[in-house]
């Protein structure tokens, strides 16, 4: 009968370096819905919540696999089928690879803790873009390791300066992460930036971490992989049946380690991490082949209506005094800028906003961005009509935040 005199029990330190503000804002969305009022999540980058579907070809092909039995665990680098579409769509988009360079994941995000796990340790340095997708930061301050930022500014359409990136090489450093396309920003990088970056790579002989989960959802149709504008460069890709393939909960992906013998350790060491968690989910597995090998028509659609909720979202926050946007051109996410206030942080505003429309952003600084410099995410799924209801109401706020109103 000791219990009730007992402290609270403690969490280990590195908790307090992990944060993941995309869903850690929820909770302030929650107490609002607690009190009877609605909130509209532009907060979370699901298609599904927004009314798109999961093609049918995937579906069938998950179903099938369970009612056929295969509920067991699957090789843990993936099964055969799955890992021999990965390495035919790398080589298709100019990374050829074999399969047994592929192990299928739970996600991009799993991809990218087993290649940060395997790579960096207490002490050593992971170049990462600032604004930022969160998890990176999360991982490595789970594993010890140390983001070194290097920067990317609307001015210049949100696309890093490689020679700025080379400056922050040190022996320390065990990775260069690259998302491009982007989130948060929606940019897509021009080829000589990503002929750069890979040439910093190849020269420093650091492995690039190419996220490329958005890869085909650029306005202009698919680009190609990263890898395939430098075919020695050191590089490993993720991606995902997460936002191309509509099916984030399923929580699969994959990747693929690109064929030069530098990575081969690396390859080794994040299949023997693979090997502990045992293996991804195995039904979905077979919907990794329905969806590299199948019909991608609905991509076509995917992208025509990212690019007309991409120009609405442009024009209308453009047109708000005090507030800018570059327009972005691949996936669902613009990173709008306030004007703030003195003394007034991101944060400010985005909870203001909650407060006063309901409707749920995410501030900068949960992606990295200085709290001062008035950075917000919006992630810009929902229907033009609701879009344009929403961008009323941040319009109307914003007005009276900027007036000093609230
Ligand atoms: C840049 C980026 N990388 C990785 C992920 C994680 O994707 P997945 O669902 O494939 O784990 C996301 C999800 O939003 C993302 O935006």
Not at 49 to 67: K, N, Q, S
Not at 259 to 278: E, F, M, Q, W, Y
């Amino acid at each position: 009968m000791t219990s009730r005199t007992q402290p609270a029990i403690p969490v280990a330190d590195r908790i307090s370096g992990f944060s993941y503000a995309i869903r850690n804002i929820v909770t302030e969305a929650r107490k609002l819905e607690a009190d009877g009022r609605t909130v509209r999540y532009l907060n979370i980058g699901d298609p599904l919540i927004f009314g798109f579907r999961t093609p049918a070809h995937l579906v069938e092909a998950a179903t099938r696999a369970i009612h056929d039995g295969h509920n067991g665990y699957a090789p843990s680098a993936g099964i055969p089928a799955a890992r021999e579409s990965v390495a035919a769509e790398c080589t298709r988009r100019g990374m050829p690879l074999s399969a047994d360079r592929v192990v299928v994941t739970a996600g991009t995000s799993e991809g990218i803790e087993l290649a940060l796990t395997t790579l960096a340790g207490p002490g050593d340095e992971v170049l990462v873009p600032v604004p930022t997708y969160p998890l990176y930061t999360a991982v490595l301050a789970k594993i010890g390791a140390r983001p070194i930022f290097y920067d990317t500014a609307p001015e210049h359409g949100w696309v890093p300066d490689v020679r700025a990136i080379r400056a922050l090489v040190s022996r320390a450093t065990r990775a260069l992460v690259v998302i491009d396309p982007n989130n948060p920003t929606g940019a897509s990088y021009p080829a000589a930036v990503r002929r750069d970056l890979l040439e910093l790579a190849d020269d420093c002989n650091i492995p690039l971490l190419a996220d490329e989960v958005y890869a085909d959802l650029a306005f202009d149709g698919p680009i190609d992989a990263l890898a395939s504008l430098h075919p020695e460069a050191p590089v490993i890709t993720f991606s995902s049946l997460s936002k191309a393939y509509l099916a984030p909960g399923w929580r699969t992906g994959w990747l693929a380690v690109g064929a030069t013998s530098r990575l081969d350790d690396v390859l080794a060491g994040i299949k023997k991490l693979a090997d502990g968690r045992l293996c991804s989910t195995a039904p979905m597995e077979h919907a990794i082949v329905a969806a590299l090998d199948g019909d991608r028509t609905h991509q076509q659609e995917f992208r025509a209506a990212l690019r007309e909720r991409a120009e609405l979202t442009t024009a209308r926050l453009n047109a708000i005094p005090g507030m800018s946007v570059v327009h972005p051109s691949a996936a669902f996410y613009a990173m709008p800028k306030v004007d703030l206030p003195p003394g007034r942080t991101d944060e400010n505003f985005v909870l203001g906003l909650l407060r006063a429309t309901g409707v749920l952003c995410v501030y900068g600084s949960g992606f990295g961005a200085k709290p001062g410099d008035g950075f917000f995410r919006v992630v810009f799924l929902a229907s033009p009509d609701e879009l344009s209801g929403i961008y009323d109401r941040v319009a109307e706020f914003t007005a009276g935040f900027l007036a000093g109103d609230s």
